[in-house]
């Protein structure tokens, strides 16, 4: 034993010592306020808070000889189990990492006769690929049957998610026809408003712990429940803070928590004694019936403790008084339920201890059984549920919604003739797919009432109404929670980051949250959304290095992420249609990044000739016309091909106008749109620098993390001889006014880049 650790065997001793000096109360009572429980019941929340205690001594045992790669527990958290016994196995839940009791409980709840918490458990703390979630990815609680949703994260980054998800049960359950056309479109097809897997009248419990109350995050979720709130808007979730006063070895200072989740406007606040566990169920049963009936947001604030030190080897004695110390374990959770049930005449000690030990044997035999079973072993089976990719159902699909688009919605569409501009094909799809797409939701800052800054989203609210387009409060990570929420409870939504660089106030939503869902649950849950982005430089007559933002590094570090980037009209319109069926199909978590120099640019060689506009595909064209993802276009300028250009966004119209003038030389090249830049369209990349042995990369990205590096290392791993250079953005911000241009990438600079590599 390490100086200033409890040790499992100490928890262990101390419990069965002050057990058995219990003894039969006529004055005990199992009721609180009114709110009652029933010794079943009772019996029930004991045997889970027990199950959870012997899993964390399991899990300090496992790891003593190596078997064991998580040992964060629930010990002293174990009050937990009573607020599962308060709510129902169906409303859905996101738990803190030392909910461990809660999920025992709610394992009970389910009424399967397979369910087994504890093995459940342990397979994910020796990372057996038999886990029911994770797969042995990681050790999250999480089950598809148990309506519980696993999170990564340890800092609350998963509340954003659990307010879009309780927002989305509101408006399931309201039916969502925000409009009379809305109305008519799901008659002309046949179809019910979509429905969430959970009952009408569920709510969202989250927990987590009170260090994770000062983070952004969960700042971020606070203030946008209580904006909702504020706006007559419903939103039936509950937070459930776990204080023991601890994050890791930092204290809570005194009154902190209360004084913080207290004063959250809109917010209605309750708290109990989180070691008692009748306070604990009384509590979270008046909480949760005024949520369920109000649906309106609370916050339930049970005073813990945390028993054996944050994890593994953590020696508490570094930053905790003895006396500190002996005070939590004065608290211990299932030495106060223990004395609950025996001062009620519910069992004796004697029988509780064989009870406690019977549990205890359970866990070590399944202890021992895990330890044997697969683990993974392939980069294939780690990597399998990341981002599946249907391609063929996506073309199905995208083919048969042109067929609903051309016959029953025929009349509720709008037909464009002209041709169009990027942003108008936006804007046309978008409308098709809120046609189509009854799932599908339009949501972020200014795109509603307004119609975007760039005009881009025009009309889409007086179109479908307030349910299906709406604009949000100014907070990126409350938008893409509320994406990330929406999208578990089976809608497809679109929400917009209004410039690239806003996206870096709420990255952690995709890179934490959003990608690893399909991960972290092994397909079971999913959050599909389309990020709009407006970005990428070259704006004139307003800029600044938050509005011609031109990296998109933190995007392409996001395994699974789909990052489109369309230049022209027709290839928005078929790459979105794209994104939003993958989204659908396959659960898929897509970027759209739009470049916004390029949203009203008519243009492409001389003033007035109209070559960058594009008619918009008959509804029956939408298949024949559609992008897979990860396919570049190639076009060819001139003859007798001489050079590669490898580019996107901006950097096409600039290639394709130098290509225009190498040609009028007898330079023939052929210019590749990359459109996707994750996956890069490798194949293509190879084959046509290939076809010439001379490339040069156009990239308006900065030179150190750009685009370009992932071109150039496709090339190399492919074993690609010729010459290659590029050209990039240089590595700083974007300037206002004029000088963007000293940094950016220009033609000029392109068009010496080509006469250096076909000089060589």
């Known amino acids: 034993m390490l100086a200033g650790m409890t040790t499992p065997q100490d928890l262990d001793e101390r419990f069965r010592t002050t057990v058995t000096g219990f003894k039969p109360d006529a004055g005990s009572t199992l009721e609180v306020g009114g709110w009652g429980l029933t010794p079943p019941q009772l019996l029930r929340i004991f045997d889970a808070q ?17 078997e064991g790669f998580y040992t964060i527990g629930s010990s002293g958290h174990e009050g937990n189990a009573a607020v599962a016994a308060a709510l129902r196995h169906t409303d859905p839940a996101m738990l803190h990492y030392r909910s461990g009791a809660f999920y025992c409980l709610r394992a009970g709840q389910a009424g399967e006769p397979d369910m087994d918490p504890v093995r459940d458990v342990l397979r994910g703390t020796v990372a057996s690929s038999l886990e029911p ?12 049957s148990l309506n519980i949703i696993p999170i990564t994260s340890t800092i609350a980054s998963h509340l954003p998610r659990a307010v879009g998800l309780a927002f989305a049960l509101e408006r399931s359950r309201r039916g969502g026809n925000g409009s009379k056309l809305e109305g008519r479109v799901a ?109 309106r947001p609370a ?42 049930l025996i001062e009620a005449d519910l069992i ?46 996506v073309a199905r699909a995208i083919a048969e919604a042109g067929e609903r688009a051309a016959g ?24 098709d797919a809120l046609l189509t797409m009854p799932e599908t939701l339009l949501f972020g800052e200014d795109v509603a009432a307004k119609g975007g800054v760039y005009g881009v989203t025009k009309g889409l609210r007086e179109r479908f109404g307030v349910n299906r387009v709406f604009d949000t409060l100014l907070d990126e990570t409350s938008i893409l929670g509320l994406a990330a929420g929406a999208g578990l409870a089976g809608m497809v939504p679109v929400p917009e980051i209004q410039y690239l660089a806003y996206l870096h106030n709420a990255e952690d939503q995709l890179r934490g949250e959003a990608a690893t869902m399909q991960f972290f649950s092994g397909g079971r849950f999913r959050n599909p959304m389309v990020v709009r982005i407006a970005g990428l430089g070259y704006q004139e007559g307003f800029g600044g290095h938050f509005h011609n933002d031109n990296s998109i590094a933190v995007l392409r570090d996001i395994p699974g992420l789909v990052i489109a980037c369309p230049a022209r009209a027709d290839d928005a319109a078929a790459m979105l249609r ?156 974007i300037p206002l006014g004029h000088a963007a241009k000293t940094v950016l990438v220009s033609e000029d600079q392109i068009m010496s880049s080509a006469r250096a590599i076909l000089a060589a």
């Open 299 to 340: 916050v339930l604030h049970l005073k813990t403790v945390r028993l054996m030190g944050h994890a593994g080897a953590d020696a508490e004695i570094a930053y905790r008084s003895t006396r500190e110390i002996e005070a939590d374990l004065a608290r211990d959770p299932l030495v106060a339920t223990a004395r609950r």
């Open 578 to 733: 794209t994104c939003l069926t993958a989204a659908a199909v396959d659960g898929a978590v897509c970027a759209f990044l739009e470049p916004i120099a390029l949203y009203h640019t008519r243009d492409l060689y001389e003033s007035g000739d109209g070559e960058w506009l594009s008619d918009y595909p008959d509804p029956r064209r939408w298949g024949s016309t559609h992008v897979p993802i990860g396919r570049a276009r190639v076009y060819g300028v001139g003859s007798a091909d001489a050079l590669t250009m490898i580019t996107f966004g901006n950097g096409l119209r600039m290639s394709l106008r130098v290509a225009a003038r190498l040609a009028q030389e007898g330079v023939g090249t052929r210019v590749v749109d990359l459109r996707w830049l994750a996956p890069l369209p490798v194949a293509d990349i190879v084959r046509e620098s290939s076809a010439t042995g001379r490339v040069l990369v156009v990239d308006e990205t900065r030179r150190s993390g750009g685009v370009a590096e992932g071109v150039l290392a496709a090339l190399i791993d492919s074993g690609y001889v010729g010459s290659v250079t590029r050209v990039a953005a240089a590595d700083t911000f």
């Open 50 to 66: 027990v199950t959870s205690r012997h899993l964390d001594l399991a899990a300090r045992w496992l790891r003593g000889f190596g």
């Open 133 to 144: 979630i994770a797969g042995g990815r990681h050790k999250v609680f999480g089950h598809h």
């Open 408 to 431: 029953p919605l025929a009349m509720q569409r709008s037909h464009p003739t002209a041709p169009q501009t990027l942003a108008q094909a936006i804007n046309t799809t978008l409308a």
């Open 187 to 295: 008659s002309a097809l046949g179809t019910a408003p979509v429905t969430t897997p959970w009952p009408a009248d569920a709510l969202m419990v989250c927990s987590f712990g009170d260090a994770s109350v000062n983070h952004a995050s969960a700042t971020t979720a606070f203030n946008t429940a209580g904006w909702i709130d504020h706006t007559g808007l419903k939103l039936p979730i509950l937070f459930v803070c776990e204080d023991n006063g601890l994050g890791i070895s930092v204290r809570s200072p005194d009154g902190w928590v209360e004084a913080a989740l207290s004063s959250r406007p809109g917010v209605r606040y309750f708290q109990s004694d989180g070691c008692d566990a009748v306070t604990v169920h009384a509590a979270t049963l008046q909480a949760s019936e005024w949520v369920r009936t109000t649906r």
């Open 348 to 393: 004796s000690p004697e029988e509780l201890l064989a009870r406690y030990d019977e549990v205890g044997w359970q866990v070590r035999r399944t202890a021992e059984e895990v330890i044997r079973e697969p683990k993974l072993a392939s980069s294939a089976e780690v990597t399998a549920p990341l981002a599946p990719r249907r391609p063929v159902r």
